[in-house]
């Protein structure tokens, strides 16, 4: 993994990209991999990554990330949508 990573940085060096480009980019490919892996639960996320969770939130504001689509999926369908012999009987 170390060569790789060395490649990468001699190549982003290479093409001129200034260093606080490259640090914006990988904060925000390194967050997005995260989320992605915790469908967007940004508490998990948080978790994983060693900081609070509003640091994450403000820090995914800052590079514009949108959680929105990783989440997709996750919630359950509504009530008119699930199969009948699912839903929970009535407490009386």
Known sequence: MKDQLEALIFQMYRSNILYSEAVREFKKRFIVTVLEENRGNQCKAARELGMHRNTL???????????????????????????????RKAVR
């Open 57 to 87: 939130s403000r820090t995914m504001q800052e590079l514009r990330i949108d959680v929105r689509p990783l989440r997709e999926g996750a919630k359950r369908p509504p009530r008119s949508a699930r199969p009948v012999g699912l839903e």
